[in-house]
Protein backbone atom coordinates (compact mmCIF):
# COMPACT_ATOMS: atom_id res chain seq x y z
CA UNK A 1 0.00 0.00 0.00
CA UNK A 2 2.99 2.23 0.38
CA UNK A 3 2.14 5.99 1.09
CA UNK A 4 -1.17 5.84 -0.47
CA UNK A 5 -3.95 7.99 1.88
CA UNK A 6 -6.57 5.35 3.08
CA UNK A 7 -10.24 6.83 3.99
CA UNK A 8 -13.94 5.55 5.25
CA UNK A 9 -16.41 3.94 2.65
CA UNK A 10 -18.37 7.30 2.95
CA UNK A 11 -14.94 9.24 2.23
CA UNK A 12 -14.33 7.15 -0.68
CA UNK A 13 -17.76 7.39 -2.30
CA UNK A 14 -17.86 11.08 -2.08
CA UNK A 15 -14.48 11.47 -3.63
CA UNK A 16 -15.75 8.65 -6.50
CA UNK A 17 -19.06 10.74 -7.13
CA UNK A 18 -16.78 13.79 -7.76
CA UNK A 19 -14.53 11.66 -9.96
CA UNK A 20 -17.56 10.55 -11.93
CA UNK A 21 -18.61 13.61 -12.91
CA UNK A 22 -15.10 14.47 -14.42
CA UNK A 23 -15.30 10.71 -16.25
CA UNK A 24 -18.80 11.34 -17.14
CA UNK A 25 -17.41 15.15 -19.35
CA UNK A 26 -14.39 13.26 -20.58
CA UNK A 27 -17.06 10.58 -22.00
CA UNK A 28 -19.33 13.27 -23.62
CA UNK A 29 -15.72 14.29 -25.38
CA UNK A 30 -15.09 11.63 -26.68
CA UNK A 31 -18.60 11.40 -28.10
CA UNK A 32 -17.79 15.21 -29.45
CA UNK A 33 -14.39 14.21 -30.76
CA UNK A 34 -16.49 11.02 -32.77
CA UNK A 35 -18.47 13.03 -34.17
CA UNK A 36 -15.55 15.56 -35.46
CA UNK A 37 -14.18 12.17 -37.52
CA UNK A 38 -16.88 11.74 -38.84
CA UNK A 39 -17.17 14.86 -40.28
CA UNK A 40 -13.77 15.42 -41.66
CA UNK A 41 -13.96 15.63 -45.59
CA UNK A 42 -13.53 12.03 -47.25
CA UNK A 43 -10.28 12.20 -49.89
CA UNK A 44 -10.80 10.62 -52.89
CA UNK A 45 -7.97 7.71 -53.79
CA UNK A 46 -7.29 7.15 -57.55
CA UNK A 47 -4.11 5.66 -57.08
CA UNK A 48 -3.81 1.89 -57.52
CA UNK A 49 -2.29 0.16 -54.57
CA UNK A 50 -1.73 -4.02 -54.86
CA UNK A 51 -1.38 -6.00 -51.44
CA UNK A 52 -0.30 -9.65 -51.52
CA UNK A 53 -2.91 -11.51 -48.74
CA UNK A 54 -3.90 -15.31 -47.87
CA UNK A 55 -6.51 -14.68 -50.69
CA UNK A 56 -4.09 -14.02 -53.64
CA UNK A 57 -3.00 -10.34 -55.34
CA UNK A 58 -5.91 -7.47 -54.18
CA UNK A 59 -6.24 -3.93 -54.54
CA UNK A 60 -7.22 -1.70 -51.67
CA UNK A 61 -11.03 -2.07 -52.51
CA UNK A 62 -10.56 -6.09 -52.02
CA UNK A 63 -9.27 -5.61 -48.57
CA UNK A 64 -13.03 -3.96 -47.74
CA UNK A 65 -13.93 -7.71 -48.40
CA UNK A 66 -17.66 -6.78 -48.98
CA UNK A 67 -18.17 -4.36 -46.90
CA UNK A 68 -18.73 -0.77 -47.34
CA UNK A 69 -15.97 0.57 -44.40
CA UNK A 70 -12.35 -0.39 -43.65
CA UNK A 71 -10.03 -0.38 -40.51
CA UNK A 72 -6.41 -0.08 -41.62
CA UNK A 73 -4.15 -1.12 -38.63
CA UNK A 74 -0.33 0.03 -40.00
CA UNK A 75 1.61 -2.83 -38.51
CA UNK A 76 5.41 -2.21 -37.85
CA UNK A 77 6.84 -5.04 -39.60
CA UNK A 78 9.39 -4.30 -42.01
CA UNK A 79 11.31 -6.38 -44.89
CA UNK A 80 14.29 -6.23 -42.75
CA UNK A 81 12.69 -7.08 -38.81
CA UNK A 82 12.90 -10.75 -37.85
CA UNK A 83 9.68 -10.50 -35.90
CA UNK A 84 6.85 -7.46 -35.45
CA UNK A 85 7.06 -4.63 -33.42
CA UNK A 86 6.30 -5.86 -29.99
CA UNK A 87 3.88 -2.89 -29.33
CA UNK A 88 2.12 -3.37 -32.05
CA UNK A 89 1.79 -7.16 -31.11
CA UNK A 90 0.65 -5.84 -28.39
CA UNK A 91 -2.38 -3.84 -29.69
CA UNK A 92 -3.09 -6.53 -32.35
CA UNK A 93 -3.64 -9.22 -29.72
CA UNK A 94 -7.16 -7.76 -29.07
CA UNK A 95 -8.07 -7.94 -32.93
CA UNK A 96 -9.41 -11.51 -33.06
CA UNK A 97 -11.98 -10.94 -30.64
CA UNK A 98 -13.73 -7.98 -31.54
CA UNK A 99 -12.78 -8.07 -35.64
CA UNK A 100 -15.86 -10.66 -35.89
CA UNK A 101 -18.36 -8.12 -34.43
CA UNK A 102 -16.46 -5.68 -36.71
CA UNK A 103 -17.26 -7.36 -40.02
CA UNK A 104 -20.55 -7.92 -38.56
CA UNK A 105 -21.14 -4.10 -38.63
CA UNK A 106 -20.11 -3.43 -41.86
CA UNK A 107 -16.70 -2.74 -41.09
CA UNK A 108 -13.91 -4.84 -41.96
CA UNK A 109 -10.46 -4.60 -39.92
CA UNK A 110 -7.28 -5.53 -41.75
CA UNK A 111 -3.69 -5.16 -40.63
CA UNK A 112 -0.88 -4.00 -43.18
CA UNK A 113 2.64 -3.98 -43.35
CA UNK A 114 5.43 -3.52 -45.46
CA UNK A 115 7.13 -7.49 -45.16
CA UNK A 116 6.41 -9.95 -47.67
CA UNK A 117 3.52 -12.06 -46.91
CA UNK A 118 5.21 -15.29 -45.96
CA UNK A 119 7.11 -13.48 -43.46
CA UNK A 120 4.03 -11.94 -41.98
CA UNK A 121 2.45 -15.44 -42.25
CA UNK A 122 4.79 -17.30 -40.00
CA UNK A 123 4.52 -14.70 -37.54
CA UNK A 124 0.64 -14.89 -37.48
CA UNK A 125 0.97 -18.39 -36.77
CA UNK A 126 3.46 -17.95 -34.34
CA UNK A 127 1.24 -15.31 -32.18
CA UNK A 128 -2.15 -17.31 -32.91
CA UNK A 129 -4.13 -14.58 -34.69
CA UNK A 130 -6.95 -14.73 -37.98
CA UNK A 131 -7.28 -11.78 -38.80
CA UNK A 132 -6.75 -10.37 -42.32
CA UNK A 133 -3.03 -9.21 -42.66
CA UNK A 134 -2.23 -7.78 -46.08
CA UNK A 135 1.40 -7.09 -47.08
CA UNK A 136 2.30 -3.92 -49.03
CA UNK A 137 5.79 -5.23 -50.00
CA UNK A 138 6.71 -2.68 -53.21
CA UNK A 139 3.64 -0.48 -52.72
CA UNK A 140 3.47 2.88 -52.27
CA UNK A 141 0.66 2.76 -49.48
CA UNK A 142 2.66 2.70 -46.19
CA UNK A 143 4.87 5.49 -48.02
CA UNK A 144 1.44 7.55 -49.11
CA UNK A 145 -0.11 7.01 -45.60
CA UNK A 146 3.11 8.32 -43.54
CA UNK A 147 4.23 5.10 -42.01
CA UNK A 148 7.12 4.55 -43.41
CA UNK A 149 10.08 6.55 -44.60
CA UNK A 150 13.10 6.37 -46.95
CA UNK A 151 16.84 6.98 -45.35
CA UNK A 152 17.80 9.78 -47.32
CA UNK A 153 13.89 11.66 -45.34
CA UNK A 154 15.15 10.56 -42.22
CA UNK A 155 18.72 11.80 -42.17
CA UNK A 156 17.88 15.15 -43.84
CA UNK A 157 15.18 15.49 -41.87
CA UNK A 158 12.19 15.12 -44.28
CA UNK A 159 9.63 12.84 -42.01
CA UNK A 160 6.54 14.25 -41.38
CA UNK A 161 4.94 11.61 -38.90
CA UNK A 162 1.42 12.58 -36.74
CA UNK A 163 1.24 15.60 -39.13
CA UNK A 164 4.41 16.99 -37.56
CA UNK A 165 8.11 17.54 -39.35
CA UNK A 166 10.82 15.75 -37.24
CA UNK A 167 14.36 16.79 -37.11
CA UNK A 168 17.32 14.95 -38.71
CA UNK A 169 18.46 11.61 -36.81
CA UNK A 170 21.69 12.24 -36.57
CA UNK A 171 23.25 8.59 -36.11
CA UNK A 172 21.57 5.26 -36.08
CA UNK A 173 21.99 5.03 -31.80
CA UNK A 174 22.11 2.11 -32.30
CA UNK A 175 24.08 0.51 -29.49
CA UNK A 176 23.18 3.57 -27.17
CA UNK A 177 21.63 2.84 -23.77
CA UNK A 178 17.86 4.36 -23.23
CA UNK A 179 19.21 7.67 -21.12
CA UNK A 180 21.24 8.43 -24.05
CA UNK A 181 18.23 7.71 -26.78
CA UNK A 182 15.84 9.95 -24.26
CA UNK A 183 18.27 12.58 -24.75
CA UNK A 184 17.90 13.13 -28.06
CA UNK A 185 14.28 12.74 -28.85
CA UNK A 186 12.44 11.91 -26.13
CA UNK A 187 10.76 8.57 -27.35
CA UNK A 188 12.17 6.30 -24.91
CA UNK A 189 14.05 3.23 -24.99
CA UNK A 190 13.88 2.24 -29.00
CA UNK A 191 16.90 1.16 -28.90
CA UNK A 192 15.73 -1.86 -26.58
CA UNK A 193 12.63 -2.32 -29.10
CA UNK A 194 14.46 -2.34 -32.16
CA UNK A 195 16.39 -5.42 -31.20
CA UNK A 196 13.50 -7.36 -30.36
CA UNK A 197 12.97 -7.05 -33.99
CA UNK A 198 16.40 -7.93 -34.98
CA UNK A 199 17.34 -3.88 -36.27
CA UNK A 200 19.03 -1.17 -35.30
CA UNK A 201 17.21 2.12 -34.19
CA UNK A 202 17.38 3.66 -37.62
CA UNK A 203 16.00 0.70 -39.61
CA UNK A 204 13.27 0.22 -36.89
CA UNK A 205 11.64 3.69 -36.68
CA UNK A 206 11.66 4.43 -40.78
CA UNK A 207 8.36 1.99 -39.99
CA UNK A 208 5.43 3.84 -37.99
CA UNK A 209 2.26 2.75 -36.22
CA UNK A 210 -0.72 4.36 -37.41
CA UNK A 211 -4.32 3.35 -38.33
CA UNK A 212 -6.89 4.39 -41.47
CA UNK A 213 -10.08 4.33 -42.19
CA UNK A 214 -11.61 3.75 -45.69
CA UNK A 215 -15.07 3.79 -46.71
CA UNK A 216 -16.20 2.45 -50.39
CA UNK A 217 -19.01 3.89 -51.85
CA UNK A 218 -19.82 3.00 -55.96
CA UNK A 219 -16.55 1.04 -56.25
CA UNK A 220 -14.87 4.64 -55.30
CA UNK A 221 -12.25 4.28 -51.93
CA UNK A 222 -12.41 7.13 -49.93
CA UNK A 223 -9.85 7.57 -47.09
CA UNK A 224 -12.09 9.15 -44.16
CA UNK A 225 -9.59 9.44 -40.89
CA UNK A 226 -5.71 8.69 -39.74
CA UNK A 227 -4.09 8.58 -36.69
CA UNK A 228 -0.63 8.15 -35.47
CA UNK A 229 1.34 7.59 -32.06
CA UNK A 230 -0.38 8.51 -28.77
CA UNK A 231 -3.77 8.49 -31.03
CA UNK A 232 -3.78 4.80 -31.07
CA UNK A 233 -3.58 4.40 -27.11
CA UNK A 234 -7.69 3.56 -27.43
CA UNK A 235 -7.11 0.97 -29.53
CA UNK A 236 -4.29 -0.27 -26.94
CA UNK A 237 -6.86 -2.91 -24.80
CA UNK A 238 -4.25 -3.44 -21.70
CA UNK A 239 -3.72 0.14 -21.39
CA UNK A 240 -7.56 0.56 -21.10
CA UNK A 241 -7.17 -1.80 -18.06
CA UNK A 242 -4.64 -0.46 -16.89
CA UNK A 243 -5.41 3.24 -16.12
CA UNK A 244 -8.51 1.38 -13.91
CA UNK A 245 -5.75 -0.67 -11.97
CA UNK A 246 -4.68 0.74 -8.79
CA UNK A 247 -1.56 1.21 -9.61
CA UNK A 248 -2.33 2.47 -13.21
CA UNK A 249 0.57 2.30 -15.82
CA UNK A 250 3.05 2.15 -13.01
CA UNK A 251 5.96 1.69 -15.82
CA UNK A 252 9.61 2.82 -16.54
CA UNK A 253 10.93 1.48 -19.86
CA UNK A 254 9.64 -1.44 -21.73
CA UNK A 255 7.90 -3.72 -19.25
CA UNK A 256 5.55 -5.85 -21.81
CA UNK A 257 6.83 -8.75 -24.49
CA UNK A 258 5.02 -10.66 -27.07
CA UNK A 259 2.52 -12.82 -25.09
CA UNK A 260 4.75 -15.79 -25.78
CA UNK A 261 7.69 -14.57 -24.30
CA UNK A 262 6.31 -13.79 -20.81
Known sequence: MGNHKTGTRGEWLTARR??????????????????RRQELPWVRIDKEYRFETDEGIASLADLFRGRSQLLVYHF???????????SCSAIADGFNGFAVHLANHDVTLSAVSRAPLAK???????MGWSFPW????????NFDFNVWFTEEQQSEGGIE???????????ALAGKTIREWQSQSNQGPVAEIAATTGTD?????????????????DG??????????????????????LDRAPKGRNEAGIWWRRHDEY
Do not use: I
Open 161 to 171: YNYRREPPLVD
Open 76 to 86: MFGPDYKAGCP
Open 220 to 241: VVYHTYSTYARGLDGLWGMYQW
Open 201 to 217: VATYTRERPGMSAFSLV
Open 134 to 141: ASAFGSDF
Open 120 to 126: LQEYKRR
Open 18 to 35: ELLEAEKELTRQSDRLAQ
